[in-house]
């Protein structure tokens, strides 16, 4: 089992900047996939970056390509999503979740572990 937790998130104005952050605990691994995902209010889950393989692989959506950077300290056992130039669309609840298979999928019921989501709310 692997247990994360997310945090980060905060009220930000358009344009600043926040810095998620997904620790892992448990039966952890630097090369499984960790994505980001998602949810802004009355919408699904939306795929937003994973990155695996200790942090040489990396993807992105195509509307944050750019603006974010999803990144890994091996040693704190944590994924980080950087988040540059924000804007109201960016606004949601945002969740790092892992899976075992070793390849980065885009469908959210592929992932087995999942933080319990942290809050982000962009102001225009």
């Known amino acids: 089992q692997v247990q994360l937790v997310d945090s980060g998130g905060g009220l930000v104005q358009a344009g600043d900047s926040l810095r998620l952050s997904c620790t892992a605990s448990?039966?952890?691994?630097?090369?499984?996939?960790t994505c980001w995902f998602r949810q802004a209010p009355g919408k699904d889950r939306d795929f937003v970056a994973a990155i695996r393989l200790g942090g040489q692989i990396t993807n992105y959506e195509d509307s944050v390509k750019g603006r974010f950077t999803v990144s890994r300290d091996n040693a704190k056992n944590t994924v980080y999503l950087q988040m540059n130039s924000l804007n109201p669309e960016d606004t949601g609840v945002y969740y790092c979740?892992?899976?075992?298979?070793?390849?980065?999928?885009?469908?959210?019921?592929?992932?087995?572990?999942w933080g319990q989501g942290t809050q982000v709310t962009v102001s225009s």
């Open positions: 979740a892992s899976r075992t298979t070793q390849v980065i999928s885009r469908n959210e019921v592929e992932y087995e572990f």
């Open positions: 448990g039966r952890t691994s630097t090369t499984s996939p």
